[in-house]
C-alpha cells in the first residue's frame, strides 16, 4: 500500500480515535443533523402542497408511507451494515476489508433499487386496493407510489454513498448533497404539482416526480464527493465480482436492523387499516404525525449516523472510556432534542394542523389530541433510539430487533386495535406511550448486558 494512503488513512484514525469525544461527535453528526432537518423539511412542504389539492390527495401519500418507510428501511439498514463493518475495518486497520465493504454495499444498493423497481411497478396499485375502496384515494397513490419505486435507484444509492462518506467521518459532504437535493425537491414541487411556469399540473405525481429529481442529483454529488474527496476507501467496481463472505458481515448487521425499520411499515399499514375503521381522515392524521414528527426525529437519527462509526471505530480500537462518554453524550443530546419536540407538540398542535395542512375542522377534532398523546413518547423515544443504535455499533442489531418487535408488533398493534374496539378512536393514540414504556425497559436490560459482556471486559489492543 503506497504511503500517502497509510497516511490519510492515519489522519483519519487519529479523528475517530483521538480528538476529544464532545467535538468529535458534534463534528460527525452536526452536518447530518442539518441535512436530515432540511430532509424532515422538503417531507413536510410535499404534503403541505398535496394537501392543498384534497384530503384525497393527502390520504393518498399518507397510504404510501409504509413502502417508502420499506424502501428506506432496507437502504438504511444495509447502510448500517457497511458503516458499522467498514469503521470497524478501519479501527482494526484492515483497509483492504474496508474497500471490499464499500464495493460490496454499493453492489447491494444497485440490486436492491431493481427490486424495487419491479415490485412497484407491477403491485402499486393493488398496495392501495387492499387498503381503501375510494377510487379517488387509490388512483392518486398509483400514481405517486410507482413513480418512487420504479424510480427507486436515487434513495438507495444517495444512502450507500452517504454511509461510506459518514464511515471514514465526512458527514460535511452528506450535508452538501442532501440539502441540496432537498431544496430541488422543494422548489419543483408547487411547480410540479399545479403546473407552473408552463409546466403540465401533475397533481400527486408531480410530487413524486419532484422527490425523484433532487434524489437523482443527490447520488450525482455523492458520487463525485466519493470519488474525489474519500481517499480512505476505494469503491470503484471495475472487475467487480461480489465477495459473499463480506455481504454476509454487511447483513450480519444490517438484516436486523433492516427487519427492525421494516417492522415499522407493518406498523404503519396496521394502524392505517385500524384507524380506516373510523374515516380516512384519521389515517390522514397519523400520515401527517409521521411527517411532523421528523422534524423532531430527524436530527437525533443524524446523530446516530455520526455516533455510529465513532463507536464502531472504538470498538475495533478497544477503547472502553471512548464508547462510554460517546453513548452518554448522545443520550443526553437526544433527550433535550425530544424533550423540546414534546413542549412544542403539546402546546401548538392546532396551529401545526392548521397553517400547515389546511386542517378541516373534523381533522383539528382528530389530529390535536392525537398529536398531544403521542407525543408524550417523545422523551422515551430518544432514549430508546440511541441505545438502538449502540447495539448495531457494537454488533448486536437483533437487539435492536427485538425491542421493535416487541414496541411495534406485540404492543403498539394489539393494543391500538382492543382500544379502537373499546372505546374508539381517541384512545387509539395511547398505544404509542405505552410501546415506547415497554421500549425503554427492554432497552436498557439489554444495554446493560452489553456492557458487561462487551464493553466493561476491552483493554487497548495497540
Same mark, same amino acid.
Given at each position: 500500500m503506497s504511503e500517502p494512503k497509510t497516511k490519510e488513512v492515519s489522519i483519519q484514525e487519529n479523528k475517530m480515535g483521538i480528538m476529544p469525544v464532545p467535538r468529535l461527535l458534534i463534528t460527525m453528526s452536526l452536518p447530518m443533523m442539518i441535512s436530515m432537518l432540511v430532509q424532515a423539511l422538503y417531507n413536510i412542504v410535499d404534503s403541505m402542497f398535496v394537501a392543498k389539492l384534497s384530503e384525497e390527495a393527502l390520504t393518498a401519500v399518507s397510504l404510501a408511507f409504509p413502502i417508502q418507510t420499506l424502501m428506506i428501511a432496507i437502504a438504511s439498514g444495509t447502510g448500517v451494515g457497511i458503516n458499522a463493518l467498514l469503521s470497524r475495518n478501519l479501527g482494526e486497520r484492515n483497509y483492504e476489508g474496508a474497500n471490499t465493504a464499500a464495493r460490496n454495499g454499493l453492489f447491494l444498493g444497485i440490486i436492491s433499487c431493481l427490486v424495487f423497481a419491479v415490485i412497484g411497478g407491477l403491485g402499486s396499485r393493488l398496495f392501495f386496493a387492499m387498503q381503501t375502496d375510494n377510487p379517488v384515494i387509490v388512483d392518486y397513490g398509483a400514481r405517486y407510489l410507482t413513480i418512487i419505486t420504479v424510480c427507486s435507484a436515487g434513495i438507495f444509492l444517495q444512502i450507500t454513498f452517504e454511509r461510506l462518506m459518514q464511515s471514514t467521518g465526512k458527514t460535511l459532504y452528506n450535508m452538501i448533497t442532501q440539502g441540496t437535493g432537498a431544496i430541488i425537491n422543494i422548489i419543483l414541487d408547487p411547480i410540479l404539482i399545479?403546473?407552473?411556469?408552463?409546466?403540465?399540473?401533475?397533481?400527486?405525481?408531480?410530487?413524486?416526480?419532484?422527490?425523484?429529481?433532487?434524489?437523482?442529483?443527490?447520488?450525482?454529488?455523492?458520487?463525485?464527493?466519493?470519488?474525489?474527496?474519500?481517499?480512505?476507501?476505494?469503491?470503484?467496481?471495475?472487475?467487480?465480482?461480489?465477495?459473499?463472505?463480506? &455481504?454476509? !458481515? +454487511?447483513?450480519?448487521?444490517?438484516? $436486523?436492523? @433492516?427487519?427492525?425499520?421494516?417492522?415499522?411499515?407493518?406498523?404503519t399499514f396496521g394502524m392505517n387499516k385500524i384507524l380506516l375503521m373510523f374515516s380516512s381522515t384519521a389515517a390522514a392524521v397519523f400520515g401527517v404525525y409521521f411527517k411532523l414528527q421528523s422534524f423532531i426525529f430527524m436530527p437525533i437519527f443524524g446523530l446516530n449516523n455520526g455516533m455510529i462509526p465513532i463507536i464502531a471505530f472504538n470498538y475495533g480500537a478497544r477503547n472502553k472510556k471512548r464508547i462510554i462518554q460517546t453513548i452518554k453524550l448522545s443520550?443526553?443530546?437526544?433527550?433535550?432534542?425530544?424533550? &423540546?419536540? !414534546? +413542549?412544542?407538540?403539546?402546546?401548538? $398542535?392546532? @396551529?401545526l394542523l392548521k397553517n400547515l395542512f389546511d386542517a378541516?375542522?373534523?381533522?383539528?377534532?382528530?389530529?390535536v389530541p392525537a398529536l398531544r398523546i403521542i407525543s408524550l413518547s417523545f422523551l422515551f423515544a430518544g432514549y430508546c433510539i440511541i441505545v438502538g443504535s449502540v447495539f448495531q455499533a457494537m454488533g448486536n442489531a437483533v437487539y435492536s430487533l427485538v425491542i421493535s418487535a416487541a414496541r411495534q408488533l406485540f404492543v403498539i398493534l394489539p393494543v391500538a386495535y382492543v382500544f379502537a374496539k373499546l372505546f374508539g378512536l381517541s384512545s387509539v393514540w395511547w398505544s404509542i406511550p405505552i410501546a415506547e414504556i415497554v421500549s425503554v425497559t427492554l432497552s436498557t436490560i439489554l444495554l446493560r448486558r452489553i456492557y458487561l459482556l462487551k464493553i466493561k471486559p476491552l483493554e487497548p489492543k495497540f
Amino acid at each position: 500500500m503506497s504511503e500517502p494512503k497509510t497516511k490519510e488513512v492515519s489522519i483519519q484514525e487519529n479523528k475517530m480515535g483521538i480528538m476529544p469525544v464532545p467535538r468529535l461527535l458534534i463534528t460527525m453528526s452536526l452536518p447530518m443533523m442539518i441535512s436530515m432537518l432540511v430532509q424532515a423539511l422538503y417531507n413536510i412542504v410535499d404534503s403541505m402542497f398535496v394537501a392543498k389539492l384534497s384530503e384525497e390527495a393527502l390520504t393518498a401519500v399518507s397510504l404510501a408511507f409504509p413502502i417508502q418507510t420499506l424502501m428506506i428501511a432496507i437502504a438504511s439498514g444495509t447502510g448500517v451494515g457497511i458503516n458499522a463493518l467498514l469503521s470497524r475495518n478501519l479501527g482494526e486497520r484492515n483497509y483492504e476489508g474496508a474497500n471490499t465493504a464499500a464495493r460490496n454495499g454499493l453492489f447491494l444498493g444497485i440490486i436492491s433499487c431493481l427490486v424495487f423497481a419491479v415490485i412497484g411497478g407491477l403491485g402499486s396499485r393493488l398496495f392501495f386496493a387492499m387498503q381503501t375502496d375510494n377510487p379517488v384515494i387509490v388512483d392518486y397513490g398509483a400514481r405517486y407510489l410507482t413513480i418512487i419505486t420504479v424510480c427507486s435507484a436515487g434513495i438507495f444509492l444517495q444512502i450507500t454513498f452517504e454511509r461510506l462518506m459518514q464511515s471514514t467521518g465526512k458527514t460535511l459532504y452528506n450535508m452538501i448533497t442532501q440539502g441540496t437535493g432537498a431544496i430541488i425537491n422543494i422548489i419543483l414541487d408547487p411547480i410540479l404539482i399545479f403546473g407552473l411556469f408552463g409546466f403540465p399540473r401533475l397533481e400527486v405525481a408531480g410530487a413524486a416526480i419532484a422527490t425523484i429529481i433532487g434524489q437523482v442529483v443527490a447520488v450525482l454529488m455523492s458520487l463525485y464527493f466519493t470519488i474525489t474527496k474519500n481517499k480512505e476507501i476505494n469503491c470503484s467496481l471495475r472487475g467487480f465480482r461480489p465477495h459473499p463472505r463480506t &455481504i454476509a !458481515l +454487511i447483513y450480519e448487521v444490517g438484516v $436486523p436492523s @433492516i427487519i427492525m425499520q421494516a417492522i415499522g411499515s407493518v406498523m404503519t399499514f396496521g394502524m392505517n387499516k385500524i384507524l380506516l375503521m373510523f374515516s380516512s381522515t384519521a389515517a390522514a392524521v397519523f400520515g401527517v404525525y409521521f411527517k411532523l414528527q421528523s422534524f423532531i426525529f430527524m436530527p437525533i437519527f443524524g446523530l446516530n449516523n455520526g455516533m455510529i462509526p465513532i463507536i464502531a471505530f472504538n470498538y475495533g480500537a478497544r477503547n472502553k472510556k471512548r464508547i462510554i462518554q460517546t453513548i452518554k453524550l448522545s443520550i443526553l443530546i437526544s433527550v433535550s432534542i425530544m424533550a &423540546i419536540g !414534546l +413542549i412544542i407538540f403539546q402546546v401548538f $398542535p392546532g @396551529i401545526l394542523l392548521k397553517n400547515l395542512f389546511d386542517a378541516s375542522n373534523h381533522m383539528l377534532s382528530i389530529g390535536v389530541p392525537a398529536l398531544r398523546i403521542i407525543s408524550l413518547s417523545f422523551l422515551f423515544a430518544g432514549y430508546c433510539i440511541i441505545v438502538g443504535s449502540v447495539f448495531q455499533a457494537m454488533g448486536n442489531a437483533v437487539y435492536s430487533l427485538v425491542i421493535s418487535a416487541a414496541r411495534q408488533l406485540f404492543v403498539i398493534l394489539p393494543v391500538a386495535y382492543v382500544f379502537a374496539k373499546l372505546f374508539g378512536l381517541s384512545s387509539v393514540w395511547w398505544s404509542i406511550p405505552i410501546a415506547e414504556i415497554v421500549s425503554v425497559t427492554l432497552s436498557t436490560i439489554l444495554l446493560r448486558r452489553i456492557y458487561l459482556l462487551k464493553i466493561k471486559p476491552l483493554e487497548p489492543k495497540f
